[in-house]
């Protein structure tokens, strides 16, 4: 069966500073991993996935994640956090090869960004 | 924005009554998917449609059913509607299945009495 693990409920960063949200996954053979946030009262946006090839997918607002394998995780990162990332972020898996395009969620991360 | 639109954006129901939610997929997408995302959670995967058909199902009862049309717009159904089912519906758009990246709407926020 498939899963996400997001450890961290809540990640506190100061504006400027790199931010690292962790995620870890559990899927039967290769996976599809994407990331979303959610703002307040907003529906989820994407903000980037791993299909296959280059371990580091970079995404949008200048977020990128790298992919490994034997660790099974997918973190989000950036390099230079801004008060306006502050949100709530989802690390989400696909399995290949599944009829199904069924997402699994994990249950989130709180990024809170301190001027 | 990501042109999935939903509709209601809210909605207050009572116990035992039936709902129905809609959806409009993104221009070019073929499939339409329905999650469930309850407070302080993530999203829960309902089912998908792929060209008219149910195309996957999570662990939701029957009385949680939907349609998708030739247009690709798509609704959910609720029947026999209990307080946990109060949640943040959200409808997500693709252009196919697998890795395809899914675009979200908005939602519609449900609240049962």
């Known amino acids: 069966a498939q899963s996400v693990a997001q450890p961290e409920d809540q990640v506190n960063v100061a504006e400027g500073n790199p931010l690292t949200v962790k995620c870890t996954y559990s899927v039967s053979g290769n996976p599809y991993l994407f990331w979303y946030v959610q703002y307040p009262n907003r529906g989820l946006q994407f903000l980037l996935k791993y299909i296959t090839g280059d371990n580091l997918v970079k995404g949008s607002y200048g977020f990128e994640a790298e992919f490994n394998k034997s660790q099974t995780s997918f973190h989000l990162k950036k390099p230079s956090a801004l008060v306006s990332d502050s949100a709530l972020y989802f690390c989400?898996?696909?399995?290949?090869?599944?009829?199904?395009?069924?997402?699994?969620f994990g249950s989130g991360t709180r990024l809170s960004i301190r001027p | 924005e990501t042109g999935v639109t939903q509709s209601p954006t809210h909605l207050i129901k009572t116990r035992g009554q039936q709902v129905t939610l809609r959806c409009s997929s993104q221009?070019?997408?073929?499939?339409v998917s329905w999650y469930q995302q309850a407070l302080g959670q993530g999203p829960q995967f309902i089912f998908q449609?792929?060209?008219?058909?149910?195309?996957g199902r999570g662990n939701f009862p029957p009385r949680f059913s939907g349609l998708q049309f030739p247009n690709y717009s798509s609704e959910l159904n609720v029947n026999a509607l209990e307080l946990d089912d109060s949640a943040l519906y959200l409808c997500?758009?693709?252009?196919?299945?697998?890795?395809?990246?899914?675009?979200f709407g908005p939602g519609t926020r449900l609240l049962v009495l």
């Open positions: 989400a898996v696909s399995a290949r090869g599944s009829s199904a395009s069924k997402i699994i």
């Open positions: 449609y792929y060209r008219e058909e149910e195309n």
């Open positions: 221009s070019g997408h073929n499939t």
């Open positions: 997500a758009s693709s252009s196919g299945q697998g890795q395809e990246t899914q675009y």
